[in-house]
């Protein structure tokens, strides 16, 4: 089992909808989690980190439920250009080194 | 450079044959990684450096890997007598957060580079 798992899509949603991806961890030693954006043949690049209280950030909303060890993301009034494949990441550590854990991704597709 | 910059962009490799890729993090950062992401899939961790020391090599798949950075800048990733299996893109990602501060993650990122695309034939 993956430590990381995503629901690798895609999900193919029109202009204007809102659409939800959800993350779950396995380590519950994980102690920072963050949602990554990859366009396709590009390199990752940070689109939000996520608190346990929530975040938001314009359009875009993050969880974190850490009793359940569940992380998800949340999309709102989708646009042509969100079209992506969303990873979930978390980072835990021990005595001097650091991991960021990807998962495989979940690919979004907006539709005219 | 403002950012990561990997070299070569593009590999083909002849299997058996050796190969050296090479990241140029940002300028003072001390957090350095290597990734291998094949297609279709998230990057796998492979080792992580802190300054010049490798503290993490835990994700190499094999003793075919090899990674440096002896100066704490520059590094390097090997791989030796290359197979089909190590086709992928090879990502080099650098941060400034120090390893053991967990809570400076929340307000910092780790910057990819362009990544080295590697076909075994």
């Known amino acids: 089992r993956k430590e990381v798992e995503q629901d690798p899509g895609p999900f193919n949603v029109p202009e204007g909808a809102t659409v939800a991806f959800n993350c779950t961890y396995s380590n519950s030693a994980s102690q920072s989690f963050f949602w990554y954006r990859q366009d396709c043949r590009k390199e990752p690049k940070l689109l939000m980190s996520?608190?346990?209280s929530g975040n938001e950030d314009g359009r875009f909303t993050a969880q974190l439920n850490r009793a359940s060890q569940y992380i998800s993301l949340l999309i709102r009034d989708s646009k042509l250009s969100d079209s992506a494949t969303y990873l979930c990441v978390v980072n835990h550590y021990s005595y001097n080194t650091d991991k960021l854990i990807f998962g495989t991704g979940t690919r979004l597709q907006v539709f005219p | 450079g403002a950012g990561v910059s990997q070299s070569p962009r593009y590999k083909v490799a002849k299997r058996g044959q050796d190969v050296a890729l090479r990241c140029d993090p940002i300028s003072g950062h001390v957090s350095l990684f290597w990734y291998q992401q094949a297609l279709g899939q998230g990057p796998e961790f492979l080792t992580y450096?802190?300054?010049?020391?490798?503290?993490?090599k835990s994700g190499l798949p094999s003793d075919r890997f090899f990674a440096e950075r002896p100066e704490g800048s520059v590094s390097t990733l090997k791989i030796q007598r290359t197979q089909q299996e190590d086709s992928a893109v090879y990502l080099c990602?650098?941060?400034?957060?120090?390893?053991?501060?967990?809570?400076?993650?929340?307000?910092?990122?780790?910057?990819f580079g362009q990544g080295t695309r590697l076909t075994v034939v």
């Open positions: 996520v608190y346990s």
């Open positions: 990602a650098s941060s400034f957060v120090r390893g053991g501060a967990p809570h400076i993650w929340m307000n910092t990122e780790a910057f």
């Open positions: 450096f802190q300054n010049e020391a490798q503290l993490d």
